[in-house]
């Protein structure tokens, strides 16, 4: 390949590179936070005699009501949307499933969960009282937006009447979360029109080599 041809070939990878600028930025990236607060919807599951309110459990059930409060970001405005939840997220190391959820247009998805905290029955003043604690990661995408990261804590607190650290009534629960969206790096239109000069220079140096006349070996 000839030098005038090899100009040419790194002139338009990087033509190609700049002119995949704009179509790489047309989308948004997910921005800001937003906190979600609500309730366990579980009338009669958690029977009088139990140890425990939510300190064991191993899924946040899908059905629980939930309302979205203010957010900043892409998220402003986001206030008092309900959150509709369509798969419990597991509370599994690693998850045996993704939970996932929706809110103003938003689908999250939590894939995984780490630092997870459980606090057993304390018992005082014939109250006993329980608590989670999760570090929750995953995505979220929306219509118009780059699909990226998300992290967030998930805290639920529990409580009944009781004595001898089991419940003597109905139990009650609740639940709050917050959210951060995480931006994922992606190639920007000179990142690919360095890598696309890389593999045309590649190229050229495998063809000059095929070009050099190799000395024959005598037997």
Not at 72 to 83: K, L, Q, R
Not at 179 to 200: N, Q, V
């Amino acid at each position: 390949m000839s030098t005038k041809q090899v100009g040419r070939l790194i002139a338009a990878a990087f033509l190609l590179g700049v002119l995949a600028m704009p179509a790489a930025r047309a989308a948004g990236y997910v921005s800001g936070s937003f906190s979600v607060v609500g309730g366990f919807d579980c009338s009669g599951c958690f029977a009088p005699g139990n140890d425990f309110v939510v300190s064991r459990l191993t899924l946040l059930e899908a059905a629980s009501p939930a309302i979205a409060s203010e957010g900043t970001g892409v998220f402003a405005g986001i206030g008092g949307a309900p959150v509709v939840a369509t798969r419990a997220i597991d509370l599994n190391d690693p998850p045996l499933e993704p939970g996932q959820f929706e809110v103003d247009g938003f689908t999250l998805t939590i894939l995984g969960v780490r630092n997870l905290m459980r606090r057993p029955f304390v018992c005082a003043g014939g109250v006993c009282q329980d608590s989670l604690r999760v570090r929750l990661w995953g995505e979220i995408a929306g219509s118009d937006y780059r699909p990226g990261g998300i992290r967030g804590i998930w805290t639920a607190q529990g409580s009944c009447l009781g004595r001898g650290g089991v419940c003597t009534g109905e139990p009650s629960a609740s639940w709050s979360a917050s959210f951060s969206a995480i931006r994922i790096p992606e190639p920007t239109g000179l990142t690919l029109a360095g890598l696309g000069l890389l593999a045309l220079g590649a190229t050229a140096l495998r063809r000059n080599r095929a070009l050099v006349p190799t000395k024959a070996t005598s037997g």
